[in-house]
């Protein structure tokens, strides 16, 4: 099982481009979370996808959008890139958002850097 | 007041040693809590899940919860220059993760 799994692993653009963050995962999770990780912030939710066919924002979701395509698949769109959004981005997963359940596991990452 | 606060560090042990991280949290009705590791340039591995107030070990690790105080801690015992990474607490609220900013851990030879 490879887990979740992320692409591109590293992203350059400039401002005003968009582009789209791929997640895949294998483990049959029905929850999935995409985070943004900046220096001195931690790690912060943008959007999470409590089960197939629902999306909800998390704490930082201005200028993204997220498709949860199937099962496997939660996808996550900058529309119009800001150097504000240069940061390392994750998506985790976890069986459920229940307690007990509710380990998250997460891919790779991938660097985007905007300029 | 931040959500789920650690102390940023860097802790220093040396080799051998036991080092405690620690974490407090604010949503009393909080009822999971997880302890990541993270290396330089990684994503975060989960190493600990409690659920429950008191201990739970797992090889050199040991979580503990105090839900009264709003406290989880870890423990690794004989640390090891491997043990050397970034160590997040997460508290679950709602079905959504909480995190801390991470404790960074230095075990020296």
């Known amino acids: 099982n490879a887990g979740v799994t992320q692409t591109p692993k590293f992203q350059v653009l400039k401002t005003g481009q968009s582009m789209t963050l791929q997640c895949a995962q294998d483990m049959n999770h029905n929850s999935m979370y995409w985070y943004r990780q900046d220096p001195g912030m931690g790690l912060r939710l943008i959007y999470y996808s409590a089960s197939e066919g629902t999306t909800d924002k998390g704490e930082v979701p201005n200028g993204y959008n997220v498709s949860r395509l199937n099962k496997r698949e939660f996808s996550l769109r900058l529309e119009s890139a800001a150097p504000s959004q240069t940061s390392v981005y994750f998506c985790a997963s976890s069986r459920t958002g229940r307690v007990g359940s509710n380990e998250q596991f997460f891919g790779p990452g991938t660097r985007l850097t905007v300029l | 007041q931040k959500e789920v606060e650690q102390n940023s560090g860097p802790l220093s042990v040396p080799e051998g040693a036991i080092a405690s991280l620690n974490c407090t949290y604010s949503?009393?009705?909080?009822?999971?809590f997880f302890w990541y590791r993270q290396y330089s340039g990684k994503s975060p591995e989960l190493i600990m899940s409690?659920?429950?107030?008191g201990d739970k070990e797992d090889g050199r690790f040991t979580a503990q919860l105090n839900k009264a105080s709003q406290y989880v801690s870890l423990l690794i015992r004989d640390s090891q220059p491997s043990d050397s990474a970034t160590y997040l607490c997460a508290v679950d609220q709602g079905g959504k993760l909480i995190f801390g900013q991470g404790t960074e851990l230095s075990v020296k030879p």
């Open positions: 949503d009393r009705v909080s009822q999971s």
């Open positions: 409690i659920y429950s107030n």
